[in-house]
């Protein structure tokens, strides 16, 4: 299973998302306002499910903002802090 689906996922669960698949959430769709309209109490939550799901931190607004835009954006996030932990390891 792929992170961009496993992500759909996460937010589907924990943010009680009722009313989508993971399907029908496009990669490029914004999560907040027009788009899966999220608001600041489900970034919080995003941000810990983030941490417990895929061990991945989020330190501040300005690395949060960037990531929490999409799908990609989120994916490309969470790939890139992987990588930079197990670089960290060796």
Known sequence: MDLKYKLKEMLIEELQIEDLTPEEIEDDTPLFGEGLGLDSLDAVELVVQLQVHFGVE?????????????????????????????????
Not at 63 to 84: D, H, M, Y
Request: net charge negative; charged share 25%; hydrophobic share 40%.
């Open 58 to 90: 989020i330190k501040n607004i300005e690395e949060g903002r960037p990531a929490l835009q999409s799908i990609n954006t989120l994916a490309k996030f969470v790939e890139a802090k992987q990588a930079e932990a197990q670089g960290n390891e060796a």
